[in-house]
């Protein structure tokens, strides 16, 4: 495969092509936490042209001393508050935080290879 993305310190690689199928299974799911930093809630907010204060009530919640993306229910599942089921994919795609930019690539997944392997169809053993 000559789309893989490798990562010095990781003993994986992520093939993006596999983001077609999966159906955004690192968008739902168990619940969990988007970390937004506060350029990225500028970025955000820009990027769906609204008042930073209206997203910011609007979209994060507050988690220990940080913010987080919101999730809404669908069925069993804790999806972002940006996926979009119906189109399969992120609405905030061209803004979204660097959590998500850097996903399947976190430190947590050097210790939990075989849940990533589960959740992402894109991972392959380099």
Known sequence: MSDLIRQDGFDYAFAPSACDS??????????GNIHVSPEEISTLA????????LFR??????RGYSLSLKEHIVGLSHDCI?????????????????????????????RHLDELKRECPGITDV
Not at 22 to 31: H, I, K, P
Not at 57 to 62: A, D, G, N, V
């Open 22 to 31: 999966c159906e955004g299974r690192c968008c739902t799911g168990e619940s």
């Open 46 to 53: 820009s990027h769906l042209q609204m008042d930073e204060a």
């Open 57 to 62: 009530s609007t979209y994060l919640i507050k």
């Open 82 to 110: 940006f996926y979009d089921r119906k189109a399969g994919g992120c609405g905030v795609y061209e803004a979204r935080p660097t959590q998500c930019r850097t996903f399947p690539f976190w430190d947590y997944f050097k």
